[in-house]
């Protein structure tokens, strides 16, 4: 049974587990202690000192993240010496930073300047340095500004504990230590995966994403381009929060409104590529099933996942679906079928896609992925953040915008396709169609729920196994990096029993990407953001009439007017890719 302590916060007697912590103490009570460096599960290090609380018989502040409660103690969570000493803190960091908040990516959502609100900080009593932007510039995703950064190490933790990437970390000493890659090398001469998540983690504006919304009007600007938008899933359940709805909403119609006022040509759903993924990456699996190729397959549509396994498992890449990403499939078929259907040159199209991942930044320039015509598939991917951003500067109210519907020719989607943006989305659409080709539409199951983290754990390594005609099929569901690599080592060591693996970088899968809105961590401490996002895709995944890929209409025409049959030689040529072993970078 578990043991229980009594205490009292503030005079008010509180009973709690025995090892919490007097932050968790105080906030199952009702009382929420300010905090800066922490980050629950993730960076729990008694930094920043900014969560310091008395208690009573201490010599001194004690910092409440860190420090555990005990039988009888007593704790003063606002008392002036806790708050001259937070505010004294506080105005030590802001005299160190470079408050250049009218000009900050973070402005709306930062932690320090909420935290300056909060203490009524109008004025910093101490000078620091003279402080310039210290800009590191070098990678296609993101860009770092030391001289907004208040060394707490959340990227640092978030990129080495939660992914197990660890290319960032504390360098130099003292007043002149910052976060940079090893040696100060740059992030692009790293085995940075691009996943975004160490933005996510950041409470300023230290990290942010490299802005792409320049290209974008420009391209919007320019008369003699024809501009082409395409959404991802995950999008639509999270772009409301930008504007102030609550996490899950799904804004999936404002949002095609908004593209649409923003001057796009046409506006078209990613999704309807994810099902010619479904199309494409279910017949690949029957075939490797039959014996054509290696088993287990495992999933591409992560290319953050994709730029890992190829740095450190480049010996075991034939297990990858050849599969391009649905947005790179999407641009493929914007500059191959649509531009043919409309007697419009491709070079004279702009691929746009809004995406949930700063890693898709990267994608869209990997040299692989060029089309026979020469046309790269996809010229500009901006995150979630991103669109919010245009939708904000071009004084659309999104709130009051009406719904609008995708414009149909790469439009229609199922069901099968919104879950993609879950962990497990991709696996269940896979297993509707499969299942369905093999048992018939009437005897398939629709839905395959031990594989969804909404049911089982966003965080869980889920597998199942299936009974199809003249098998067991077993599956395998993994989101994070690592979770990938305990996948990828039993792989590598002949002991992986799994016949089909799906692999997303980001912990969650893209409901939870790097390009996604932002939220302080307290938020992300005690909101379900990650269920509540994915929620929302499999509700209206639930709400609609077509839930199979196989089933989509326009996908159907596709191959009939276009394409062929999947997995047949002009599908070879537009959907699928390869990939190369890339040299891991040794320090
Ligand atoms: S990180 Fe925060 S405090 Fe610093 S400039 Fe940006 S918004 Fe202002
Ligand atoms: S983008 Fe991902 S891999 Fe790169 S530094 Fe950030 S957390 Fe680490
Ligand atoms: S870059 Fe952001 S998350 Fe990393 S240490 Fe600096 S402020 Fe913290």
Redesign the pocket.
Known sequence: MEKLVNLKINNIPVTVPEGSTILKAAHDSGIKIPTLCYLRDVNEIGACRICVVEVKGARSLVAACVYPVSEGMEVFTNTPKVRNSRRLTLELILSNHRMACLTCPRSKHCELLALADEFGIEAVRYAGDDMQPRIENTSLH?IRDNSKCVLCRR?VT??RNI?E?G??GPNDRGFDTHISCAFDRDLCEVD???????INSCPTGALAEQDDTDKVWAALNDPKKHVVVGTAPAVRAALGESFGMPIGTNVEGQMVTALRRLGFDKVFDVDHAADLTIMEEGTEFLHRLQGEGSLPMITSCSPGWIRYCEQHYGDQLDHLSTCKSPQQMFGSMVKTYYAQKCGIDPKDIVVVTIMPCVAKKYEVQRQEQRLPNGCMPVDISITTRELARMITSAGLLFDYLPKGRFDELLGISTGAAVIFGATGGVMEAALRTVAATLLGDENAPLEFKDVRGTEKGMDSIRVAEYELPGRTVKVCVASGISNAKKIMDDIRAGTCEYDFIEIMACPGGCING?GQPLHTSYEQDYIDIRGLRAGALYNQDESMSLRKSHHNPMVKKLYEEFLGEPCGHKSHELLHTHYIPRKKHIL
């Not at 940075?192 to 160490?198: A, D, L, M, N």
């Open positions: 993101l990227c978030t990129c992914q990437v290319v960032i940075c995966i691009s996943c975004g998540q160490c790097g």
